[in-house]
């Protein structure tokens, strides 16, 4: 069907931040990209207006019950929305920073292998490693004998294991059946009446552990009888488990598997055995997250070590002992993806399980192969969350959504193809090719260049940032855009705009001769890395890239600077090094500060020299006030009633807290008497509301300010105000931010490393970019980027590619040398794609 005949969701008057009152339509079950310069409005638009109101409109459908548990957001500055569908945001926010969470757990095919296991598995004794077979209640009485002769024991039925709820009604009936004396949650009980176990009120919400006492004995031959009849009536009452209690010592015995070399019993498989959040399967000594941490007081440090109990495992030596065609869970966690379809496609079971596992099988296929087409084939199901890239866990939750096979919902992704080499964006266009035609409608905020032409529709939004931007200049099918002049997207597209080709590279004198990097994937390998000149680390998704680069190079060569008689194993000539170079600044995604008061004028010391400025003029020294007084985190000029937030919190109890703009001072952060102070006719206040841009041309007279400001502009950063909070910038903000912060200290001789600063870039910033970087050579410096951007990388002097594939067939060089011999190199991904454009 034409886009022409389809249904359209129709935004009439957007004006969220910056939108200039914009009415626009959006084809539904159809690709539509929103792009346009960095700041032009793109995420206000898709998530802000149509991702907030979906949510909101959903929400506002549930009954009362329901949304107090919700919370409804606040409604988006737009007049109406026509055809708008439930919507889900797929956006650049981490996947959380829990160490529980892995990618085999939040794709939910951990979950599935759990069931595979516990139905499945073989279990082999931890100690003898011989098979586990089911035994008779006769054999696990002569054991008990053997092992316990001569000592008191207990013997107990486990009623319930760690299992929630009151038990009221299974304790009433067992006490009917003459059972009286119980070890609840490690208390003992003999209850004489039912108005006791009523008096009990276990916690329904509560995991809680029962045990029904059923004897007590000392351990004679002469006692089998009596001790067989003890373990009959446990397997009975707890579906064929017992306990024995010796001591402080409980030891578990099962009708079904018992090793007959080590007189050790093991429980039914079940599929918490075999997750590590659960107190079943995880590893005691670390309680399931394979590391123990501890503080470094003297160095203010969190640092973390390998539980040598599970060796990093996780899970217990009973869940570590159970395997599926020779391979334990935790095998098949650390193998990649790639691998572990390989795996489940050969596997070769008996009838009696493959009829039991088949479906399991076909789903957790179905799943494995979703992540490989969204270009994951190297990532692990035991990597954690918080290890992934914004990129990587957009793509997984991506893949997640796929596998859910929902339909009739407005999908909204923020820059997918980020962190993404330009081999994978096929199959990454592929999967949202695949989304839509079951159904729904995609709006994807992107810049990457194929993504566009595979689009159905696009939305160019600009002319510029911040104020300057907020307008629709463009929209229409691909073909409509190419030829619309007033498109910079479309002219970037068709050719018209073009980044330019260096014509002459440079040449460096001298290498950092590193060897025997081995981190991870890498293969024991020697790079040079050339000093003084632009440096490109290039390769496919999970290469080594960042993993040669920030646990190779980086540890290395701070050690050597910071102590220059220390020494190097890994960088062979480090004597030539530390003459060569000076420092060594590493300008990562991390934010600048976790905190609402952090903004970028606090970070590039601009804020103390406002605030020094105000706290000069005349009206301030009349009064008194010195620099605190323009601070809002010190009592003397902030808000008293909000303390500076500029909002306030109300807490709702039992509903989500409640954010609303502060009535004392408008959302301003200061007293009235700071705001009566004022430059230029604008207060502290107004100054902090200001974009890069404005403040440039406010402070032209200020040296100092205006320096750090038009650096600020030159990364591309004109549209980012001074006051904003620094929790609401992206990584690639934060990232230029930290470059601009940089760029402001003279000095040579200093390497930069930088992690994908075209994060979030539209050609036209990249072109800005890229003259930046280029200048901070020229000065005499060393510039290494690891980027997929391929205008970046047909830019610099000298590229090292890694691979050739990701995971387990990466940690390789693949080529090294100037872009063309790159492009000359057929092994290399990278080269195939800048043939193309050299």
Sequence with gaps: MSVSKKKYIKVIGAKEHNLKDITVNIPK?????????????????????????????????LSSYARQFLGLPKKAEVDSIEGLCPSIAIDQKTVGHNPRSTVGTITEIYDYMRVLFARIGRIYCPDCSMEIKSQSAENISKSII??????????????????????????????????????????KYSFKSLEEIKKLKLKK????????????????????????????????????????????TEYLYSADRICLSCNSSFPELEPRLFSFNSPIGACKSCNGLGQYYYN?????????????????????????????????????????????FDFFNKLNLP?????????????????????????????????????????EGQRIRLATQIGSYLSGVLYILDEPSIGLHQRDNDRLIKTLHKLRDLGNTLVVVEHDSDT????????????????????????????????????????????????????????TKCFINFENAETNNLKNINVDFPLNVFCGISGVSGSGKSTLIMQELVPELNKILKDRLIGSKKIKNWPNIIKEVDNLIVITQAPIGRSSRSNPATYLGIFDEIRKLYAGLPESNIRGYKVGQFSFNVDKGRCSKCLGEGILVISMHFLSDVIIECDQCH??????????????????????????????EFFQAHASIAKRLKLLCDVGLDYIKLGQSSTTLSGGEAQRIKLANELSKRGSKTVYIL??????????????????????????????????????????????????????LGGDIVAKGTPRDISKVSDSYTGLYLKHLL
Excluded: W
């Design 29 to 61: 079950d159809s690709l539509t990209v929103i792009t346009g310069p960095s700041g032009s409005g793109k995420s206000s638009l898709a998530l802000d207006v149509l991702y907030n109101e979906g949510k909101r409109r959903y929400i506002e459908s």
């Design 755 to 808: 992690d994908e600063p075209t994060t979030g870039l539209h050609s036209s910033d990249i072109e800005k970019l890229l003259k930046v970087l280029q200048a901070l050579v020229d000065k005499g410096n060393t510039v290494i980027v690891i980027e997929h951007n391929l205008d970046v990388l047909k830019s610099v002097d000298y590229i090292i590619d890694l691979g050739k594939e990701g995971g387990d």
């Design 452 to 507: 566009m032409l595979n689009s159905d529709y696009i939305i160019d939004m600009g002319p510029e940032a911040g104020t300057l931007g907020g307008n629709i200049v463009a929209q229409g099918t691909v073909k409509e855009i190419l030829n619309n002049a007033k498109s910079l997207t479309g002219a970037y597209l068709s050719g018209r705009k073009n980044i330019e080709v260096p014509q002459n590279l440079r040449q």
């Design 667 to 696: 959302g301003s952060r200061y007293s009235k008497e700071t705001l009566d102070i004022k430059f230029k006719q604008k207060n502290i206040s107004q100054v902090l509301d200001m974009t890069a841009r404005e403040a440039l």
């Design 296 to 340: 470094d007081f003297e160095h203010e440090e969190h640092l973390e070590n390998i539980c040598k109990e599970c060796n990093g495992k996780r899970l217990n030596k009973l869940a570590l002992s159970v395997f599926v065609a020779g391979k334990n869970i935790y095998d098949l966690s650390k193998l990649s993806i790639i691998n572990l």
């Design 351 to 391: 009838k009696s399980e493959l009829d039991v596992a088949k479906s399991l099988i076909k789903e957790i296929k179905s799943r494995i192969s979703f992540l490989s087409d969204v270009g994951l084939q190297y990532l692990s199901l035991n990597r954690t969350a918080n290890t992934l890239s914004g990129g």
């Design 146 to 187: 053997e092992l316990f002769r001569d000592k008191k024991i207990t013997i107990a039925a486990p009623v319930a294991r760690y299992k929630k709820g009151t038990f009221f009604n299974e304790l009433e009936k067992l006490f009917n059946l003459g059972y009286y004396r119980f070890i609840i949650d490690d208390k």
């Design 205 to 248: 919400t509560e995991r809680h552990n029962i045990d029904l006492l059923i004897d007590i004995l000392e351990v004679k031959s002469e006692e089998l009888s009596r001790i067989r009849e003890s373990i009959d009536k446990a397997f009975e009452l707890s579906n064929n488990l017992a306990k024995i209690i010796f001591q402080e």
